[in-house]
């Protein structure tokens, strides 16, 4: 009888060993890939000579690498894709500057002696080249946002003379669409910690949000240290909320006109990198976004 417990003790003995020995590798293994989901480079290593753990640590190197290369190749295709909306951007920029200021010319050429469909058709190609020339300002600063070296200088903003003034360059546009809009806020001398000319390109794209793809105009209003921007919506057109700051959403087909599918994206974008959150609510037929930035 005790003959036979010495093997089985021998056996148990290797049992454990064997098991301490792969407890220490698997906890060896898992501070490795730690380092690597950390950001290094290092090639995962196993004391052991045992085949299945040997292949087992082979396979997981190279499902690594494979990643690492994926992620480089699209790393390089996103900065191209940047590059080369920059320099369309450029490119397109002047030829439109100068197609814009030949349909002004025209109108003021024809003032007073155009007929009614000529003065039409020159009014809707200034319209189009004006949406143009807005989608084309949205891609160039798209490619900026998404740049590392894109920085801003944060400094106390006062929120209503701003908005005032994006509200005031918009007039023609609240007027062509037979709106106005209705501002309360609670306090006039509310102010903000952002930078001015990102906190003014906020306020754009919010108002010709409204304006493109809401109804009845726009109201804004400021309640404590939030800022909530809201519209109605078309029945048949509403946003996903989940998704509605996501690069080129739209709700439907209907929201391509005019839009680039860029400018709630930007939104979303310049309100983070001034260390403030926006959200975005669908209630009875209204689109509503709520700003809140830090206060000073």
Do not use: W
């Amino acid at each position: 009888m005790n003959i036979l417990l010495i093997p089985l003790c021998l056996t148990c003995i290797f049992l454990c060993f064997f098991y301490i020995r792969l407890r220490m590798e698997i906890r060896s293994l898992t501070a490795q890939l730690r380092e690597i989901q950390s950001g290094s480079h290092m090639e995962l290593a196993v004391n052991s000579r045992q085949k299945p753990l040997l292949i087992f640590c082979s396979l997981l190197n190279q499902v690594l690498t494979a990643k690492d290369a994926n992620h480089t190749q699209y790393e390089k295709s996103e900065k191209l894709l940047k590059q080369n909306i920059t320099s369309l951007a450029h490119d397109i920029r002047t030829p439109l500057t100068g197609a814009s200021g030949y349909v002004q010319l025209a109108l003021e050429c024809a003032e007073g002696a155009a007929s009614a469909k000529e003065a039409h058709y020159l009014h809707a190609a200034q319209k189009r080249l004006t949406e143009l020339k807005d989608m084309l300002e949205e891609m160039f600063l798209y490619t900026k946002l998404t740049s590392e070296e894109f920085t801003l200088t944060i400094e106390k903003i006062q929120v209503l003379p701003l908005l005032s003034d994006c509200l005031l360059s918009l007039y023609t546009r609240f007027e062509a669409s037979g709106t106005s809009p209705h501002v309360t806020f609670a306090s006039e001398t509310f102010s903000v910690l952002a930078e001015e000319e990102a906190l003014r390109r906020i306020f754009l794209n919010l108002i010709q949000n409204a304006l493109i793809h809401g109804t009845d105009g726009i109201s804004i209003l400021q309640e404590g240290s939030e800022l909530i921007f809201m519209n109605s919506m078309p029945p048949d057109d509403t946003p996903d909320p989940e998704q509605i700051f996501d690069r080129f959403y739209k709700a439907d087909s209907a929201r391509r006109k005019g839009s680039s599918g860029l400018g709630l994206f930007i939104v979303k974008e310049l309100t983070h990198k001034m260390n403030g959150e926006v959200k975005a609510e669908v209630e009875k037929g209204n689109l509503k976004i709520v700003l809140h930035f830090p206060s000073p």
